[in-house]
């Protein structure tokens, strides 16, 4: 794909799939090489799509180490993206203009509304930063008010939950979404697992790890102390990297040669409450995994809903169908299993599948579901 955003190709006519294909992928970021294909092959505009995107969780974060040139550099980004951090970084390119999150009720990450967010290079570092002073930014270090080659996107979030049909159809007619745009659905929208809850659940280990990852934001938005808040952030963050780095390689923290730190002193509480454990259940720590808990437990944690079946096949017949009904066919639609990682329950994620594959069949022309995730379960 040429990475040309200096050129508008909306105004270039668009080709068309005689049908609209549906890619189900396993890890989400998998979804954005197929919005990027379909951007090459000019069934969509290199500029300003619009991501309608069906999720317990934002996808919204960018790594801290990305860099602004990586997000530009078209399909090279793509193995650099996790699950949590690949919608950002296709914004940055100018690819996506528009984000419209639609949440369940049991997801908050944001508050519901629209904004404009600017997203850029971080004028020192390089790293793809935003300007963006809310919570789910501020607590990963991912502020900056100052950014070059910077793109401006529009971010609304809304929630999805009502079965009145005038509800429904007042939220369709309030988002406007409008052609051409990509349909994003992951099926923990509809039950959400969080697969950190159960780590070394009798030392209630995923509670203890907030003590040590959280952070206390600025009330005061000056420029000034956002800025001297997000360098501490991205300090300390840097510094529970680099233990537990140490502990995922040496299983110890006896060659650790940072600073005896109020955070290094924690993360040795919590080695010698872990390694108790796991030696009285015979197992062996993962670290980068409590790692990655850890860093899941600032502003709150992850949600967490196991729905019913009748809550699944309300939300997926009656609500979503509705909701479908409302819209203008889009170029493309993917979906999302995240049961590999823990976030769509295994025990629940074939009939969510089969449900919403009916369900979208049954709203759009769509063709045969290309199973992406058969594919790559097949060759690992």
């Not at 099926?187 to 206390?216: A, V």
């Not at 045969?368 to 060759?379: A, W």
Request: hydrophobic letters at 35%.
């Amino acid at each position: 794909m040429n990475d040309n955003t200096g050129v508008d190709n909306k105004k270039e006519p668009l080709k068309k799939f005689k049908k609209i294909p549906v890619y189900v992928v396993e890890e989400h970021n998998d979804a954005l090489q197929f919005i990027y294909a379909a951007i090459g092959g000019k069934k969509l505009p290199i500029k300003g799509t619009t991501l309608l995107h069906l999720d317990a969780h934002p996808d919204m974060l960018i790594d801290r180490k990305l860099k602004g040139r990586e997000a530009r550099s078209g399909r090279k980004v793509l193995p650099l993206l996790q699950i949590e951090n690949w919608i950002v970084p296709a914004a940055a390119a100018g690819h996506i203009g528009r984000v419209a999150w639609l949440r369940p009720p049991w997801a908050k990450q944001f508050i519901d509304g629209t904004r404009v967010v600017r997203v850029g290079d971080h004028p020192a570092s390089g790293s793809l930063r935003v300007d963006s002073t809310e919570p789910y930014y501020l607590s990963d270090a991912l502020y900056s008010a100052n950014l070059l080659n910077e793109k401006a996107f529009t971010f609304t979030v809304a929630e999805l939950s009502d079965v009145d049909e005038e509800r429904i159809n007042k939220l369709a007619l309030h988002l406007g979404v409008d052609h051409p745009y990509v349909l994003d659905i992951d099926l923990d929208f509809f039950s959400t697992g969080n697969p950190f809850r159960n780590l070394f659940e009798e030392i209630e280990l995923y509670d203890r790890l907030e003590t040590i990852f959280s952070s206390n934001l600025p009330t005061d938005r000056d420029e000034n102390t956002l800025e001297a808040f997000t360098e501490l952030r991205e300090s300390q963050l840097q510094e529970l990297e680099n233990l537990f780095e140490c502990l995922e390689k040496f299983g110890n923290l006896e060659l650790y040669d940072g600073p005896d730190t109020e955070v290094y002193k924690k993360v040795c509480d919590i080695f010698e409450l872990v390694t108790a454990e796991a030696n009285r259940l015979g197992q062996a720590p993962d670290w980068w995994l409590i790692f990655a808990a850890g860093c899941t437990r600032d502003q709150g944690g992850l949600p967490y809903h196991i729905s019913t079946e009748e809550e699944i096949r309300t939300a997926i017949t009656k609500t979503l169908k509705q909701f479908l009904h409302n819209l203008p066919p889009p170029v493309l639609i993917t979906i999302a299993r995240s049961t590999d990682d823990g976030y769509c329950p295994a025990d629940q994620v074939e009939q969510i599948q089969s449900l919403v594959l009916e369900t979208i069949k049954e709203v759009f022309d769509t063709d045969d579901p290309n199973l992406y995730y058969l594919n790559t379960k097949n060759q690992s």
